[in-house]
């Protein structure tokens, strides 16, 4: 249902594929981040990627200047990813309806390695970093 994005953008943006296959989902991404006409493309896989599979689609991203996201259930990583990452929701006590999230890099190859807490602001359609609950301007140990 596209119209559940509408917090996140417009519907009209998104192009859903349903393959049939890893196989043909892997086609489907490595097409359209070569293609370039979409700045971000998301991957859903069910089994672990070779390193002739990661490589293609790292060389697909780099030729059409395309960000690509894999989602790759827990466990199943690949060695040819650039980075890895573990999301988890965080519950905020004072919102009924959180988006905050806790994102940790859990592999990066050219960087470092770290935790960020983020919140998806409506308003804008941006992400904002936030310091984590108990870390908030004014609680002890920040200055407000």
Known sequence: MPQGMEAY????GILLARPASQIDALAVAEEALKDGAAP???LEITRPLDLREGRRLQ????AGGTTGLCIIPEG???NAAET???AT?????DREDSTLMRWESIKNK?????????RWDPQTHHL???????????????PE
């Open 128 to 142: 904002h970093v936030v310091p984590p609950v108990g870390l908030q301007p004014g609680s002890a140990g920040l």
């Open 40 to 42: 971000f493309v998301i």
């Open 59 to 62: 060389l697909a991203a780099k």
């Open 84 to 86: 890895r990452w573990r």
């Open 110 to 118: 050219s960087g470092t390695l770290g935790v960020w807490y983020v």
């Open 76 to 78: 199943m990583g690949s």
């Open 9 to 12: 953008g417009a519907p009209s």
């Open 89 to 93: 929701p965080v519950f905020d006590p």
